[in-house]
Structures are given as structure tokens and as C-alpha cells.
């Protein structure tokens, strides 16, 4: 199967840790950033605000090691599963992913009211 890109030319990359599972990231690529980040064995992500490759951690030195590339069911998101060499959040922070917007639904019967 090829990846179904939007009507932009891109695909969202959920990046997930090889090791811990623990989804680090997401971004963007086109067909050129998925065969640089391809040759490349690192993730290369298209970014829309810069219109521009971005190579995660050409300048930080938190690289993202390709471990596998997976595509979903419909073809139109792609997992990648990586070796981390740092953070992947701009934050520092080891997953994008760390701001709630809901409590759990254990939380929730817990605290509740009713």
C-alpha cells in the first residue's frame, strides 16, 4: 500500500518510542521527507510554518533513529517507530504528549457528585 497523502501532499507521522511505546510526537511529511527520512535511517519532517525539511535533531542532537515504518489501515497516517537520542518535545520535555484535557475516567467516578 502508498501512503494516501492530503490534498496538501502530506501525512501525519506519529513518532513512538521502539523501546518504551510511549508516543513521543507528531508532525508532518510529504513523499520527499518520507524518502529522505528513508535513506536517511533518522526522521526528516516537512514543516508547514518554516515551507522547509526539518531533520529532528540536526541542530539539538536529539535524533530520531528509525526502528520501523508502519502505515494504518487506510493509508493515510503513518506510524514510525524510533530510537530516541533525546527529547522530542521543543519543551524538553521526552513526549509532546504531557498536557491533559480531561481527567481519566477513574478520576472521574471518583470526584464525582453525583
Not at 47 to 76: P, Y
Amino acid at each position: 500500500m502508498n501512503p494516501n497523502y492530503n490534498a496538501d501532499g502530506l501525512i501525519p507521522a506519529i513518532i513512538q518510542d521502539a523501546n518504551t511505546k510511549q508516543v513521543l510526537m507528531m508532525a508532518w511529511m510529504n513523499a520527499e521527507s518520507l524518502a529522505r527520512t528513508q535513506a536517511l535511517g533518522e526522521t526528516v519532517f516537512w514543516s508547514r510554518s518554516r515551507q522547509e525539511f526539518w531533520h529532528k535533531g540536526a541542530t539539538s542532537g536529539n535524533t530520531q533513529k528509525i526502528v520501523d515504518l508502519w502505515l494504518d489501515c487506510d493509508g493515510d497516517t503513518l506510524l514510525i517507530t524510533v530510537e530516541p537520542a533525546g527529547p522530542a518535545c521543543h519543551t524538553g520535555a521526552v513526549s509532546c504528549f504531557f498536557t491533559p484535557i480531561r481527567a481519566s475516567a477513574e478520576d472521574q467516578l471518583t470526584n464525582s457528585t453525583d
